[in-house]
T-cell receptor
Framework: DAGVIQSPRHEVTEMGQEVTLRCKPI?????LFWYRQTMMRGLELLIY????????DSGMPEDRFSAKMPNASFSTLKIQPSEPRDSAVYFC?????????????FGPGTRLTVL | DAKTTQPNSMESNEEEPVHLPCNHS???????IHWYRQLPSQGPEYVIH???SNVNNRMASLAIAEDRKSSTLILHRATLRDAAVYYC?????????????FGGGTRLMVKP
């Protein structure tokens, strides 16, 4: 298996532009998670999906952030408009079930820089 | 989920055992203890988890105190590749989601 795939790996954009981050979870996994990592705040959960349905988006910073999962093999995290404080590494992770203790598999992350 | 406390950093010599401690004095009976690690410039990866009994796998061992208020991740022979941030996380099995709440973790440095 290729693991969790994220694209792009690096993104540099200017303030005010729309940014779309993409994630392909591991086949057969039915839970998907978006995390953000910064030096100041560490790793934070933004939102997670179970069977393509958003379950908890309490970590989404504000209305500029939105996430979708149109099918079991694809999810997007969109920031519109982007701001310099959104600069971070964004990780996508997937797991086999939403309950229990099945491990989460993380992608390599997207490093976002907003100028 | 209950909170964990870990030292900010630790040092080890290559090929020596490493014991990474984690305190979780408010752990509940339904909390599993999970360990993940994050190598430089990579996403976190699962290491091991347990409930009450000590656990072993190919990566590490997990020793859980009898009262479950603390645990120790044991790397039997540290290599340079083990230099990473190690996160100790409690997961309540009753929670509907499989969310992980990451703290600051312990940054392990391995000296050759």
């Amino acid at each position: 298996d290729a693991g969790v795939i994220q694209s792009p790996r690096h993104e540099v954009t200017e303030m005010g532009q729309e940014v779309t981050l993409r994630c392909k979870p591991i086949s057969g996994h039915n839970s998907l998670f978006w995390y953000r990592q910064t030096m100041m705040r560490g790793l934070e959960l933004l939102i997670y999906f179970n069977n393509n349905v958003p379950i908890d988006d309490s970590g989404m910073p504000e209305d500029r952030f939105s996430a979708k999962m149109p099918n079991a093999s694809f999810s997007t995290l969109k920031i519109q408009p982007s701001e310099p404080r959104d600069s971070a590494v964004y990780f996508c992770a997937s797991s086999r079930t939403s309950g229990g203790n099945n491990e989460q598999f993380f992608g390599p992350g997207t490093r976002l820089t907003v100028l | 989920d209950a909170k964990t406390t870990q030292p900010n950093s630790m040092e080890s010599n290559e090929e020596e055992p490493v014991h990474l401690p984690c305190n979780h004095s408010t752990i509940s009976g339904t909390d599993y203890i999970h360990w993940y690690r994050q190598l430089p410039s990579q996403g976190p990866e699962y290491v091991i988890h347990g409930l009450t009994s000590n656990v072993n796998n190919r990566m590490a061992s997990l020793a859980i105190a009898e009262d479950r208020k603390s645990s120790t991740l044991i790397l039997h022979r540290a290599t340079l590749r083990d230099a990473a941030v190690y996160y100790c996380i409690l997961r309540d099995v009753r929670n509907a989601g499989n969310m992980l709440t990451f703290g600051g973790g312990t940054r392990l440095m391995v000296k050759p």
